[in-house]
T-cell receptor, first 111, second 115 residues
Framework: KQEVTQIPAALSVPEGENLVLNCSFTDSAIYNLQWFRQDPGKGLTSLLLIQSSQREQTSGRLNASLDKSSGRSTLYIAASQPGDSATYLCAVYTGGFKTIFGAGTRLFVKA | EAGVVQSPRYKIIEKKQPVAFWCNPISGHNTLYWYLQNLGQGPELLIRYENEEAVDDSQLPKDRFSAERLKGVDSTLKIQPAELGDSAVYLC?????????????FGPGTRLLVL
């Protein structure tokens, strides 16, 4: 059974700091991995999608990497801003068209 | 382009009462998902529709939960009777398909509190 774990569960950093969020999954048989952002009281917004054949994806200040063989992904956020404060979830897309989510990392960026 | 619409946004009911949630996906999206999200957890799939067909309802507690998507567009999720443990956020999402490059677009969710 696929399990997705995110570390740390919560993170507080000062504005301007670069940071890394971690995601691990137990079964490397995935089709893709996505990083989502969730703001309080709102739904999820997709940030980056990495296909299983890819190693990384970049969008603006965000960079996501994927090491499928070791079951790990990281989300790098450069020059963090207070507006980046949210919960970040990773999700893997597995056989049977199932998306398995981690519990998320709650990020707080202090001004 | 309008996103995924859900209503109501909040619902408070007493246990044993019925409750229903409504979702209208993004126009043209054939695939519709209902997820359950408990506090501090990631979403968990309840049911997935391809057009009007429920193709994955393996995680739906069928003794009290039901769902329908009669015309392959909007969908309703019902709980009857509700239990205290059903308090959670119910998220609806849609996608154009189930290919590996398709992303899911989520609605804002319905926050349910069962007293």
């Amino acid at each position: 059974k696929q399990e997705v774990t995110q570390i740390p569960a919560a993170l507080s950093v000062p504005e301007g700091e670069n940071l890394v969020l971690n995601c691990s999954f137990t079964d490397s048989a995935i089709y893709n991995l996505q990083w989502f952002r969730q703001d309080p009281g709102k739904g999820l917004t997709s940030l980056l999608l990495i296909q299983s054949s890819q190693r990384e994806q970049t969008s603006g200040r965000l960079n996501a990497s994927l090491d499928k063989s070791s079951g790990r992904s990281t989300l790098y956020i450069a020059a963090s801003q207070p507006g980046d404060s949210a919960t970040y979830l990773c999700a893997v897309y597995t056989g049977g068209f199932k998306t398995i989510f981690g519990a998320g990392t709650r990020l707080f960026v202090k001004a | 382009e309008a996103g995924v619409v859900q209503s109501p946004r909040y619902k408070i009911i007493e246990k044993k009462q019925p409750v229903a949630f409504w979702c209208n996906p993004i126009s043209g999206h054939n695939t519709l998902y209902w997820y359950l999200q408990n506090l501090g957890q990631g979403p968990e799939l309840l049911i997935r529709y391809e057009n009007e067909e429920a193709v994955d309802d393996s995680q739906l507690p069928k003794d009290r939960f039901s769902a329908e998507r009669l015309k392959g567009v909007d969908s309703t999720l019902k709980i009857q009777p509700a239990e205290l443990g059903d308090s959670a956020v119910y998220l609806c999402a849609s996608s154009a398909g189930t290919g590996t490059q398709e992303t899911q677009y989520f609605g804002p969710g319905t926050r349910l509190l069962v007293l």
